[in-house]
């Protein structure tokens, strides 16, 4: 497991160099927010197949991290690499093209568009129409409560289900990585439970991910590997089994403690 002092000048975890197999690949990374660093110098990378969770007090970049990959916020410098392809100066339509999906905190769904209204916006980038109708008959098995609910407005559904949906809307993309902002942020455990579980048949599906969540555990033991922000740095980095090994590093690394 990378030391706290070191992980911030890492470009890989837990003593790994940055792969060409990278599919997505952050090189030092630096945000501003008017003349607040948000980002400060951040490296990781995430290879297809892997969920790769980004854990960290609030206020520590993660949501920051993710729409800056997404194209919603702008580097001041660094670059962010889809399979080597440069794509932080890029549209946030292009790369969803491209094939970056995000499902945002807050879960963003469009209030007065019905639930399949919604997922058709996901789908588009797609013109694959036999496609697009497959993978929303996937989300409707997936979550059979937004197959009842597919001509309700988003807006009159409960929390968890404006969250599958986000879930689901982010999916019709197809995306090679998606990247998760808080998934069980407001919902009741159950749900929570739930939405855990279908992320954990997507990983075994294959599906790349880049989860941002604040429940340790939960995210753990879902992810391959972590990184651990504080105040825009990496604080700490690796493999999510020495992570939950060693929860007092990581609580440390919350703090700006040296475990």
Known sequence: MAKPERARDEAAVAGREPSAAALLEVSDLRVNYGAVAAIRGVNLSVTAGEVVALLGANGAGKS???????GLSRPRTGRIALEGEAIHRLPPARIVR???A???????????????????LGAAARADRSGMAEDRERIYAMFPILSERMTQAAGTLSGGEQQMLALGRALMARPRVLLLDEPSLGLAPLLVQQIFRTLAELKAGGVTMLLVEQNINLALDLADRAYVLRTGEVSLAGSAAE????YEAVAAAYLGARP
Do not use: Q, W, Y
């Not at 920051?64 to 997404?70: A, E, K, N």
């Not at 499902?103 to 007065?112: A, I, M």
């Not at 992570?243 to 060693?246: I, Q």
């Open 98 to 100: 491209l094939g970056i």
């Open 64 to 70: 920051t991290m993710l729409r800056t990959i997404s």
């Open 243 to 246: 992570l939950k090994a060693d």
């Open 102 to 120: 995000h499902c945002p905190e807050g879960r963003r769904v469009f209030g007065s568009l019905t639930v399949a209204e919604n997922l058709r």
